[in-house]
């Protein structure tokens, strides 16, 4: 099995993820949304890339149980009912419900993986489930940090380095690319506090300036929850081994 990591998704195009295993991250916010949300009992989320394609997709599709959520430069986007604080995502709110979510970075980085063969999502929060199934499945993957704008992401890159360095405990067998290598360098200096880590973060700052401080505490949670979210056909689903192309 052969670890790869992509520290952002400006330098490739959709085909390229054609049959790999992709793991999408965005600690802040978009990954620990989508996992806080099915953890939450939301039906479903549906990543979209425009603003504009959010709000035909809404209204009576998903039998009216629909709910627009995401930012704009991290704020809620006007017309939509949430904006991208995994803290607004509680079960009174979401249960039951399939969310369309547009964010800057985050819900993107999702849609250009969409022809990977399985596709997942991982934030801090979730990151030892998603060590294990990986593990299990043993197949080469790709992790693909959503960043910022098409550039590098510090959050993004430390959780990347904890998923493998939390796999290599289970299997010290996997290969590492150049970049999985250095993820990993950086897990270690970094990740031992993720907190800091966060805060001192360029996005970090910015949620920190926008009144999100609480937002940096929960998404600096290690393994708080324990669901799978799989993408396919434009849905992201807690895994189910039997609506998924994944046979274990
Ligand atoms: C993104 O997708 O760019 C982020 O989730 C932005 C945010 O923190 O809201």
Known sequence: MRANILLSPANVDELYFTGKTTVVIDVLRATSVIVTALNNGAREIIPVSTVDFAMKVSGNAFGGQTILGGERNTKMIEGFNLGNSPLEYTPEVISGKSIILYTTNGSKAIIKAKFSENLFVCCFNNLSTIAKHLVTLGKDFLILCAGTAGTFSIEDTVCAGKLITTMLSM???????????????LNKTFGKSILKMLKESEHGQLLIKNGFKDDLSYCSKVDSINIIPYYTSGIVKKFDNGSTNIEL
Not at 171 to 185: F, K, T
């Open 171 to 185: 299997d010290n067998s996997i290969e590492l690319s150049d970049s999985a290598r250095a993820a990993i360098a």
